[in-house]
């Protein structure tokens, strides 16, 4: 835990990203699990989650699956404040076991996949700048509290959460068993570019059909935290939605840095649940050791990680 001290810093002085001291000091540290400062953030960081939070409710009732309405309900967030984790962790922890759990910055893939295993969810705390509403490269907390941690208060979406978790275990343990270095970073490379692939299609900006309505609806919490994405994504003529296909996910590349052209659909988080099972099952058969080519890149801090993993 963290060492960084809350008492350094001015009350107030704020957690915007990429400009919040504490977070740049944490790093300074080599920190990277911590606590929220709470009493550090800013007036504006809270009139930005109350302005992102008041034009996404509406957009929520419409296009978000029920699941995370029931989320939204469930986890009681402040519309007017950023949520203190702690209090998010009291109504969330008790439904499904996950947590909350602080991060100064990006966490190399297999910490992160291992998190979801161990039920504790790396959670970003700084909080977008005033001007940039809209779009933002990096997580925000708007996008990890209000867009995945509703779907967390779901027993079987926190199951295939579990379970995706596990799979990095699974290719942890693949990798270590290739005895030729070279092929085993090839391989290796290419299983973690499945997984983000399969998570980026799914996690991030998966849809799900809504039996009861007939229609579909939104569950990827990118498209939740995204004012504008969330409609494109449900209603726009421009967007190819496809009932989900393993082959065709983990083959795909995607872009970050524009709306989503091609999104797919799942029957319900026990037809996700399966899928990832598939993906385990094709990971031990080998079928993911030469997906296409393309993004996204893994980094060698990636690769790292799951060479240098304690396994249990
Ligand atoms: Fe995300």
Redesign the pocket.
């Known amino acids: 835990m963290a060492t960084v001290v809350e008492a350094d810093f001015t009350p107030g002085i704020g957690m915007t990203t990429t400009q919040a001291p504490f977070i740049e000091e944490a790093k300074r540290q080599g920190e990277l699990y911590i606590v929220q400062p709470y009493t550090l953030y800013s007036e504006e960081n809270h009139d930005t989650w109350r302005r992102l939070y008041d034009r996404m409710l509406p957009q929520w009732e419409k296009y978000a699956n029920e699941h995370f309405l029931a989320g939204i309900a469930n986890l009681c967030l402040d519309p007017n404040k950023v949520p203190l984790l702690d209090d998010v962790n009291k109504f969330l922890n008790p439904l499904t076991g996950f947590r909350a759990k602080p991060v100064s910055g990006y966490v190399p893939a297999f910490q992160f996949f291992d998190c979801l295993r161990n039920r504790d969810f790396p959670t970003t705390i700084t909080m977008r700048m005033a001007s940039k509403l809209d779009y933002l490269p990096e997580?925000d907390i708007f996008?990890?509290i209000a867009?995945?941690v509703p779907m967390h208060t779901d027993k079987a979406f926190a199951d295939t959460l579990v379970r995706f978790g596990e799979c990095a275990h699974t290719a942890a343990v693949i990798a270590k068993e290739i005895k030729d270095s070279d092929e085993q970073v090839r391989k290796l490379a290419s299983i973690i570019k499945a997984m983000a692939r399969f998570f980026w299609f799914t996690?991030?900006f998966g849809l799900m059909n809504d039996r009861a309505t007939g229609t579909i609806k939104a569950y990827g919490?990118?498209l939740l935290s995204s004012y504008g994405e969330l409609e494109h994504s449900i209603k726009s003529p421009d967007v190819q939605r496809y009932p989900v296909q393993l082959e065709w996910v983990v083959n795909q590349y995607f872009e970050i840095d524009h709306y989503q052209p091609l999104l797919f659909v799942v029957d319900s988080f026990d037809h996700l649940f399966s899928l990832v099972d598939e993906l385990e099952i094709w990971m031990k058969e080998g079928k993911l050791d030469n997906v296409a080519p393309g993004e996204p890149l893994v980094n060698d801090e990636d690769l790292r990680s799951f060479l240098e993993a304690q396994l249990d």
Do not use: K
């Open positions: 997580p996008h990890d867009g995945h996690i991030e919490s990118g």
